[in-house]
């Protein structure tokens, strides 16, 4: 009877550990911090093919608009937007990746300190192929084509590599940002992201989160 509970107790164990293993390397909001880093290259590409694909729409489905990571992999935006004669239009969007990567890049820690060091970091970035269970990027723009628009990026990004030399990541980030901004008019009734959005928000991942707080050029 002992020796039936004792192996039970230790299946337990094994599946805490599973249950444990999904956020391997998140465990300090500096490593949330790394997370997000490497995905920042890709919030104003996404914003940027958003609009490519506003502009390019003769119907509410857009085209798929595709980019490239830096270093690897792809990013593609899907979704809808709005059609008509209204200067006020919507997009609702999904934000799909494959081995999206920059590549290798540093982050300074404990910048201005005597403990400063700079840490090599190489990401890579994948999403559901479910395109509804993607990164959701809805944007509201007003007064087409040089007026201003609003926006929100949430949802769950899968992060694999290195968070510093030696040390694997397999972990979930969450984002949930903010934009604000203003439009440029393209001409040909077409219209863009000015420089200067305002992006803010959180990265969560694992047990720890980065506060977004940063400006588009």
């Not at 980019?67 to 209204?86: F, K, N, R, Y």
Request: hydrophobic share 35%.
């Amino acid at each position: 009877m002992r020796t039936g509970l004792l192996r039970f107790a230790v299946a337990l164990s094994f599946v805490a550990v599973a249950a444990c293993g999904g956020d391997d390397g998140i465990d300090s909001n500096e490593a949330a911090r790394r997370a997000y880093l490497g995905l920042d290259p890709s919030i104003p590409q996404s914003l940027q093919l958003g609009f490519d694909g506003f502009n390019s729409a003769n119907s509410a489905n857009i085209a798929p608009q595709m980019g490239a990571g830096e270093d690897s992999g792809t990013l593609t935006i899907t979704g809808q937007v709005d059609q008509g004669a209204s200067d006020n239009k919507g997009m609702r969007l999904y934000v799909g990746m494959v081995d999206y990567s920059q590549g290798p890049f540093t982050v300074v820690v404990n910048p201005g300190t005597e403990d400063e060091e700079t840490v090599s970091v190489d990401l890579t970035y994948n999403t559901s192929a479910v395109q509804t269970e993607q990164p959701y990027l809805n944007l509201s723009l007003r007064n087409i084509p040089s007026g201003t628009f609003t926006g929100t990026l949430t949802g769950v990004y899968r992060v694999t590599g290195e968070i510093q030399p030696d040390e694997g990541i397999d972990a979930d980030v969450t984002l949930n940002l903010t934009f604000t901004g203003t439009l440029v008019d393209l001409g040909g009734g077409m219209t863009g992201r000015a420089p200067g959005t305002v992006v803010t928000g959180t990265a969560t991942s694992g047990d720890g989160v980065y506060d977004v707080n940063l400006t588009l050029p």
